[in-house]
């Protein structure tokens, strides 16, 4: 008695699979973005396009509202910073008599660690000058601001004390005094938020 092979049972046919085509169902996108959190209005009525930028935040739109003559003043700044950084670093005796209108050589130590400070602070000017970062902007306006504040009044004690104003030293002043008040313009108006319309 030989077996005989069993029948193979016949696949059942499958009902064709429907694909949903989520870029065309609005209403599949809708949710779908209520859930990630993206496409609401920020406090600055700006929409995120993405959960990264709604976290990290868009500093790009700061980039079209810098104020007239920002960088130009970053420029200027880190230029004399690192000038004057230079000068005392290489020629603290000269740079002593031209302000203090003096020939005491006992300060060229004291004279090159300002340089050396100076040189450190010209570097974050520098590094300030290529970026979009709000944040980093007014806090290198505001140290601006801050250094030469105390340089103003660190330098006007020894005059009240001599008495003898020399020319070197009105220039120094004269030139703080501007420093502190287009650096205090700008730290204000890099940190204004823009009119809604």
Known sequence: MSAQPQPQPQPQPQAPLMKKHSQTDLVSRLKTRKILGVGGEDDDGEIHRS?????????????LR???GLRLWQLVSAVMFTVVAVMALLFPEQLYNIVFDDDTANSRTSVRLYGGALLSISLIMWNALYTAEKIIIRWTLLMEAAYCAVQFL??????????VLSQGATMLLSSRGLFILVSLHFYY?????????
């Open 51 to 63: 959960k990264i930028s709604q976290v990290l935040g868009n500093e790009m739109k700061f980039t």
């Open 66 to 68: 810098e104020p007239l």
């Open 154 to 163: 660190v330098s006007t004690l020894p005059l009240f004390e001599t008495g």
């Open 189 to 197: 108006q890099v940190g204004r938020k823009p009119k809604k319309a």
